[in-house]
């Protein structure tokens, strides 16, 4: 679940949640809704950034994450 909140220079995408059932794990959908949510927030929405929170134990979101980047 994402939306755009916050006030100009602030104004962002901020991920709420992203969740996938146990069995469709594995096949890059977090990283897709991640990439959908980022189009939509810069080209609709003309967001500045998009801002996700992480628990730092979830090992395989952060190295999903960190791939991202690079």
Request: net charge negative.
């Amino acid at each position: 679940m994402g939306k755009v909140e916050g006030q100009g220079e602030s104004w962002h995408g901020h991920v709420t949640a992203v969740t996938v059932a146990p069995e469709y794990r594995r096949q890059q959908l977090a990283k897709k809704l991640m990439n959908l949510l980022e189009d939509i927030s810069d080209n609709i929405d003309k967001a500045y950034f998009v801002d996700l929170f992480v628990r730092a134990s979830n090992a395989p979101a952060i190295k999903m994450y960190e791939k991202e980047d690079s």
